[in-house]
């Protein structure tokens, strides 16, 4: 007897989780491009970064492919070192400049 696994993405068509992941992808840049916070902008980063799981889970799945999510399991991995590393710098920066404003960075040019 042979059972067949659920199809999770086979009601919802690809072109769906596009656009999604475009949006996402979209809101995130212009994050990163018209806010001053660092911690916001690190958060848009890390939006853009769930889009491009998003897709590469979608797609793996609509293909039938085990790559992409595999894939999207090492980015996983490699985010979570990044916030941690990302967030140290963060609050390394607060405790010298006393600031977590983008333009205030200027000033640890050499």
Known sequence: METAAPQ??????LTHYIMLSAALFMIGLIGVMVRRNVIIVFMCIEIMLNAANLMLTAASSYYGNAAGQIMVFFTMAVAAAEVSV??????MIYKNLRTINLDVFNKLKG
């Not at 999770?8 to 068509?13: A, D, G, K, R, V």
């Not at 990302?86 to 609050?91: M, Q």
């Open 8 to 13: 999770i993405f086979s009601s919802i068509p």
């Open 86 to 91: 990302g967030l140290a710098i963060i609050v």
